[in-house]
T-cell receptor, first 115, second 112 residues
Framework: DAGVIQSPRHEVTEMGQEVTLRCKPISGHDYLFWYRQTMMRGLELLIYFNNNVPIDDSGMPEDRFSAKMPNASFSTLKIQPSEPRDSAVYFC?????????????FGEGSRLTVL | GQNIDQPTEMTATEGAIVQINCTYQTSGFNGLFWYQQHAGEAPTFLSYNVLDGLEEKGRFSSFLSRSKGYSYLLLKELQMKDSASYLCAVRRWNSGNTPLVFGKGTRLSVIA
């Protein structure tokens, strides 16, 4: 079975540019999460969706960040304009309420560097 | 609010046993998770505790005390491939798959 698929794996961009990160959750999973990981702050939740509906976006740093989930198999996280402090690894994860533990399955991450 | 504490780094010898502790203070509790993350890779699920006690899974065991807000991950017969970061995470609410709140992780180095 395919796991969570993220693209791009690596992105290097210049300050002020728009960045779009993509995620395909595991088929049949009804929850999707976007996390950001840095050495200083660890894994931080940005936003999560249930059945394609955003439930909590209180972790989104500021208006420069936006996320969408137009259907059950695709989500995007957009940063516009990007800043050097946005440099981090962005993880997408999905889970299913049918799994007893409700564990999160993570994608391989998108490593973003903003110069 | 929530606060999850675990040691930043630990070193242990191949073949030995190591215990990684985690303490938490969260508003609401619905399970504690341990994840393993090798450098440059995604976190992968190791264990889940929702009731007090010990859960054993091969060389790995995880313990939970809800009254003390305390958990530990026990790794036995350490192997070099166990060198990784170990993340403690708590699910706060009691309905649905609400998000996990993660600690900053413990970087374990296994030496020969």
């Amino acid at each position: 079975d395919a796991g969570v698929i993220q693209s791009p794996r690596h992105e290097v961009t210049e300050m002020g540019q728009e960045v779009t990160l993509r995620c395909k959750p595991i088929s049949g999973h009804d929850y999707l999460f976007w996390y950001r990981q840095t050495m200083m702050r660890g894994l931080e939740l940005l936003i999560y969706f249930n059945n394609n509906v955003p439930i909590d976006d209180s972790g989104m740093p500021e208006d420069r960040f936006s996320a969408k989930m137009p259907n059950a198999s695709f989500s995007t996280l957009k940063i516009q304009p990007s800043e050097p402090r946005d440099s981090a690894v962005y993880f997408c994860a999905s889970s299913s309420t049918l799994v007893n533990t409700g564990e999160l399955f993570f994608g391989e991450g998108s490593r973003l560097t903003v110069l | 609010g929530q606060n999850i504490d675990q040691p930043t780094e630990m070193t242990a010898t191949e073949g030995a046993i190591v215990q990684i502790n985690c303490t938490y203070q969260t508003s609401g509790f619905n399970g504690l998770f341990w994840y393993q993350q090798h450098a440059g890779e995604a976190p992968t699920f190791l264990s889940y505790n929702v009731l007090d006690g010990l859960e054993e899974k091969g060389r790995f065991s995880s313990f939970l005390s809800r009254s003390k807000g305390y958990s530990y991950l026990l790794l036995k017969e350490l192997q070099m491939k166990d060198s990784a970061s170990y993340l403690c995470a708590v699910r706060r609410w009691n309905s649905g798959n609400t998000p996990l709140v993660f600690g900053k992780g413990t970087r374990l180095s296994v030496i020969a």
